[in-house]
C-alpha cells in the first residue's frame, strides 16, 4: 500500500494477507517479502536444491494459487 502506484487496493491487500496467513508460515512470509527487495534472493533459494528451500517453494506456490482463486 505505502507504493508511489494509484493502484492500491485495501480490500485485495487484506485477503492476500488473510490467505498468507493461512498457508505460510510467519518465517515464510518474512522470507517472501524480501523477494520485492532482492529478486535474485527469490531465484537463488528456488535453484539451491536444498529440502528446505523446496517445502518453502512448495507452501509458496500452494500460497499463489488460493490467492489468485480467492482475491481476484
Not at 488473510?18 to 528456488?46: C, H
Amino acid at each position: 500500500m505505502s507504493a508511489p502506484r494509484k493502484s492500491g487496493d485495501w480490500n485485495l491487500c487484506g485477503c492476500i494477507q488473510r490467505v498468507a496467513d493461512q498457508t505460510l508460515t510467519r518465517s515464510d512470509q518474512k522470507i517472501a517479502a524480501k523477494f520485492f527487495t532482492e529478486p535474485q534472493k527469490a531465484q537463488d533459494m528456488r535453484q539451491s536444491g536444498s529440502t528446505h528451500h523446496e517445502e518453502f517453494w512448495r507452501r509458496y506456490k500452494e500460497f499463489g494459487v488460493s490467492a489468485a482463486a480467492s482475491c481476484s
